[in-house]
Structure formats: C-alpha cells, structure tokens
Antibody, heavy 133, light 107 residues
Framework: QVQLVQSGGGVVQPGRSLRLSCEVS????????MHWVRQAPGKGLEWVAL????????YSADSVKGRFTISRDNSKNMLYLQMNSLRADDTALYYC??????????????????????????WGQGTTVIVSS | DIQLTQSPSSLSASVGDTVTITCRTS??????LNWYQQRPGKAPKRLIY???SLEGGVPARFRGSGSGTDFTLTIHSLQPEDFATYYC?????????FGPGTKVEIK
C-alpha cells in the first residue's frame, strides 16, 4: 500500500545539523512532487519545502531558506531534508507528504511558468526534532 | 506571501450538529484551497481539495465551497470522530501556507 516511512529525528544542539529521511513505497515516487511540513509543539502546520518530481526545482519557506535543503533519490524511493544551523524554533514534528497533483499555467504577471497545487494526499507518520542545548 | 485566517479558532458542538468553518485569504487564490483534518497525535488528512472536491473515502457530510478569497468547510451531522482540528491551505502560489487551524470540540 501507499506508505511514507520517516526516520532521522532526534535531539540536537543549536547550530548543529540533522538529516531527515522519508522512504516511499506503493507508488511511482518519481512521478510526484514531495513536501516537508512541520508542526511546533502545540502549534499549527507550517509548510517547509517542496521538490519537483525529478529534483530539478525546489522551493522553501523563508524561515528555513539557506539552512535546510530538500532532496530526493528516485532510484532509492527516498526523500530527504538536510537541516543545518538548527535553532530552537526549529523544534517540531516534521512530516513528509506527497503532493497529489500540480497544474501548470503561464503567469502573465511574472512572465514565467508556474503551478497550482492540489494538496497533500499522503503523509508520513512524522518524526520529532528537538533543538536544545 | 499569501496569508490565511480561519474563524472561529475553536468551537464547541454536539454530535449531530452542523458546523461551518471559514477560511479567508489575503489575496484571491481562485479555487486552490485545500482542507485537512488532524486528530490528536495523528498526521493531517486531506478532506477537500480545490475548494470543493471531496477526497476519496471521506464522508459526504464534509462539504467545501468558495472561491477567490472566501472559503468554507461545512460538516453536517457531526460525528464523534469529527472532533479534531481543521486547517485550510492555499495551493495557489509558493510559499504554500496553512491557516492557523480551527479546533472542533465536544460540547
């Protein structure tokens, strides 16, 4: 069945690094955009980053830009989130999620191709990251 | 960035009630608004995509509507398993953003 199994969380000191992994099964991984979403303790959902089917395009939230890198290995059905320069406010439950569908269009306001997103239809179980000294 | 607000932030209701949650966006997003349910200790689950399309396997008592900047999620005949937190999310433009959530509690 369709499944996302996460690993790699833990307790880490501020300023250190951690890599999260998400192993995919049950569907053709290389056909889907993938996301990382996080949830701080007692708080709401925050989108972190996404990566295109083939890894050619990535977007990330301003809060993690320059510190976190999303990547994938389609040959291994694996999604990753490399987190560097971790801060206390990165403490959260991190989810990987599959984007069900995108729809391309030409954005006349920017003069470039862009995409609409239909939402995250499959989620991992979550992995906890605690940044603390 | 597109900001999302939800109202109310929480509500109390009884089994069998109909509840409505509103999501408002800071700019028009056409119909690219998705709704999720999150039960305590569980991963979010998509209920509605592109404003009004029901996710497979989700009961028909969940209905989404709206376009532009104003969207609603209505739950008819509330069931015990519906007590959860509900989030809206815009899929119109990166960075993707979520609303702050609406917690539906048992009265």
């Amino acid at each position: 069945q369709v499944q996302l199994v996460q690993s790699g969380g833990g307790v880490v000191q501020p300023g250190r690094s951690l890599r999260l992994s998400c192993e995919v099964s049950g569907f053709t991984f290389g056909s889907y955009v993938m996301h990382w979403v996080r949830q701080a303790p007692g708080k709401g959902l925050e989108w972190v980053a996404l990566i295109w089917h083939d890894g050619s395009v990535t977007y990330s939230a301003d809060s993690v830009k320059g510190r976190f890198t999303i990547s994938r290995d389609n040959s291994k059905n694996m999604l990753y989130l490399q987190m560097n320069s971790l801060r206390a406010d990165d403490t959260a439950l991190y989810y990987c999620a599959r984007e069900e569908r995108t729809l391309g269009y030409y954005d006349t306001s920017t003069g470039s191709n862009s995409f609409y997103f239909y939402g995250m239809d499959v989620w991992g179980q979550g992995t906890t990251v605690i940044v603390s000294s | 960035d597109i900001q999302l607000t939800q109202s109310p932030s929480s509500l109390s209701a009884s089994v069998g009630d109909t509840v409505t949650i509103t999501c408002r966006t800071s700019q028009s997003i056409n119909i690219y608004l998705n709704w999720y349910q999150q039960r305590p200790g569980k991963a979010p689950k998509r209920l509605i995509y592109v404003a009004s399309s029901l996710e497979g396997g989700v009961p028909a008592r969940f209905r989404g509507s709206g376009s532009g900047t104003d969207f609603t999620l209505t739950i008819h005949s509330l069931q015990p398993e519906d007590f959860a937190t509900y989030y809206c999310q815009q899929g119109y433009r990166s960075p993707l953003t979520f609303g702050p959530g609406t917690k539906v509690e048992i009265k």
